[in-house]
Nanobody
Framework: QVQLVESGGGLVQTGDSLKLSCAAS????????LGWFRQAPGKATKFVAG????????YYEDSVHDRFNISRDNARNTVYLQMSNLGPEDTAVYYC????????????????????WGQGTQVTVSS
């Protein structure tokens, strides 16, 4: 099982950008599709973005598709989430997660499709 550790969170202001990283260990991520989720205070964990094993296919939740960009570097065993034009609604704990498939036409938003999760990194956007 792959272990995941997120980093890069912090306190930013509205309109700022932030780049999250998720470093994997234990196994190479080349065999995994990867996703980012977030959990806002008092709310359920929700899908943000996903990426296929080779980075060719990406998937986004509607509210972030024009502001966030997911990418991966398999050589570094790391997946990234570049976030721009952040607003208070983006305040949440952000988690990366791994699926035991290389790609899929469906299931990206389902937590149950992911077999490994990181511990999360807090992103707070002040207004």
């Amino acid at each position: 099982q792959v272990q995941l550790v997120e980093s890069g969170g912090g306190l930013v202001q509205t309109g700022d950008s932030l780049k999250l990283s998720c470093a994997a260990s234990g196994r190479t991520i080349v065999n995994y599709a990867l996703g980012w989720f977030r959990q806002a205070p008092g709310k359920a964990t929700k899908f943000v973005a996903g990426i296929s094993w080779d980075g060719r296919n990406t998937y986004y939740e509607d509210s972030v598709h024009d502001r966030f960009n997911i990418s991966r570097d398999n050589a570094r065993n790391t997946v990234y989430l570049q976030m721009s034009n952040l607003g208070p609604e983006d305040t949440a704990v952000y988690y990366c997660a791994a699926r035991s498939v290389r790609d899929s036409p469906s299931g990206w938003s389902s937590l149950y499709e992911y077999t490994s999760w990181g511990q999360g990194t807090q992103v707070t956007v002040s207004s």
